[in-house]
């Protein structure tokens, strides 16, 4: 019954399945993984699909199947099972990967993993951008412009994100929400403790911040192996976009 209410929910789509699997053995026990998972579940399925439109079902596992795209919880990138991963499994599906070591105390993993969830759901390649003018393009990102701001499900702070008007560079009727929370008022537009990702003329990437405090954050943290480095040509997050062999 409750896989068949969010296929309601989600205009009759079958739900895409998520294996969830825990590889952060020192830093989270299974019973808070299987928390941590139920609630996430919850926050998609109230918040997040209303607003954008496809089911999936989480499921915690150690054994994905083939078709599963992954939602993968590491200590950190020197982890065994980190190196054949990027941005998709060796079977060519989707993943997200959030490093519980390099958070710090005000980024829980609840916070992290919604993140990248949302994320990963809307724009699984990390591909898509949005145009603002005909030489402005902004990264089909839906947390990074509001991803210091959270609100709470099952006592599990849940990333704010962005709806459809914030990237629609029209004139929207008065009263219009661009983000969850209603932080936003005009499309592209970023809290203090946001940022974006800009593509100018095609070819020049751009990270923009919400503040100077921002920006000196962003900079420190290590963010090896996260979809915001997808994007970045010069990163040194995978070898290339072809999907990588299993290793080991």
């Excluded at 060519?92 to 005000?106: A, H, V």
């Amino acid at each position: 019954m409750k896989k068949a209410r969010r296929a309601l929910l989600g205009r009759s789509l079958k739900p895409v399945r998520i294996a969830c699997i825990n590889y952060a053995e020192e830093m989270m026990s299974d019973r808070m993984m299987a928390k941590l998972t139920a609630a996430l579940q919850k926050c998609y399925d109230e918040h997040f699909l209303p607003v954008w439109g496809y089911p999936i079902d989480l499921d915690v596992t150690r054994k994905p199947k083939p078709t599963d795209w992954q939602l993968v919880y590491f200590d950190d990138a020197t982890h065994k099972n980190f190196l054949g991963r990027h941005e998709l499994t060796h079977r060519g599906q989707p993943i997200s990967k959030i490093f519980l070591k390099t958070l710090g105390e005000d980024d829980p993993v609840s916070l992290a993993a919604s993140h990248e969830l949302f994320e990963m759901v809307l724009d699984p390649m990390a591909n898509l951008w949005a145009d603002r003018t005909r030489h402005t393009q902004y990264a089909y990102e839906v947390c990074d412009a509001v991803e210091e701001d959270s609100f709470l499900v099952n006592g599990f702070p849940m990333s704010n994100f962005v709806y459809p008007s914030w990237f629609e560079p029209f004139k929207h009727p008065r009263g219009t929400k661009f983000d969850h929370m209603g932080s936003l008022k005009a499309p592209f537009s970023m809290t203090e403790g946001g940022y974006v990702i800009k593509k100018v003329n095609g070819r020049r990437l751009i990270k923009q911040f919400g503040s100077p405090e921002k920006r000196r954050r962003f900079k420190a943290e290590d963010r090896r192996g996260h979809r915001s480095e997808f994007r970045d040509p010069k990163g040194e997050h995978h070898p290339g976009r072809r999907a990588s062999k299993p290793r080991g």
